[in-house]
């Protein structure tokens, strides 16, 4: 473990508005990067999300909301891992449109691949031109360690957006429709 905090922090409007935070700390690794879910919205059809059936912890410790047209981030998009000289290594998670990291391009087409990450990087995830760009720095490490639940707090946090959207999904379903279904 390196004795800095790796971060990633998002370098445009539509980054930030689909990242939670406007500064992420990466505690634990591997940190995962994906998408978990989208609103499919279809003419003449109720809008549904498309999401993991099952009641399993989220599988990404990141989970961006894709943004306007075009679906460039996968839902296993990348990892970022923490090699034991203190290195850090970006792995695509078999992504469709992959990752430039740098000058770098890694993956896509479900081919997966790794690339070393260094400190002042931009990460843009997607093909090229994909607005979903972040700059990944080392930080000083606060408080001597690295500390978080990340697991609970995202299974706390996917939870209440669960229940969230299946009150906006009901409100939206009786002003549509005028019922309950």
Not at 60 to 76: A, H, M, Y
Not at 119 to 139: A, I, K, N
Not at 140 to 147: D, F, M, V, W
Request: some cysteine; aromatic content about 8%.
């Amino acid at each position: 473990m390196s004795g800095e905090t790796p971060t990633l922090t998002p370098l445009n409007r539509k980054t930030r508005r689909a990242a939670p935070y406007a500064h992420i700390e990466i505690r634990e690794f591997p940190f995962r990067i994906g998408r978990e879910s989208r609103l499919q919205l279809q003419a003449w059809k109720m809008p549904r999300w498309e999401r993991r059936q099952d009641l399993a912890l989220p599988n990404n410790d990141l989970c961006l909301e894709q943004v306007g047209k075009g679906q460039f981030i996968s839902r296993e998009h990348l990892q970022i891992e923490e090699r034991d000289d203190g290195t850090f290594l970006v792995v695509d998670r078999g992504s469709i449109c992959g990752t430039t990291v740098g000058d770098t391009f890694v993956g896509g087409g479900g081919q997966g691949g790794s690339c070393r990450l260094r400190d002042g990087d931009t990460l843009v995830l997607g093909p090229p031109h994909s607005c979903y760009r972040f700059r990944f720095e080392l930080q000083p490490l606060q408080h001597g360690k690295r500390t978080a639940n990340r697991r609970h707090r995202h299974a706390v946090n996917s939870g209440l957006w669960l229940g969230l959207l299946t009150v906006i999904t009901a409100a939206a379903t009786v002003a549509v429709h005028g019922f309950m279904l």
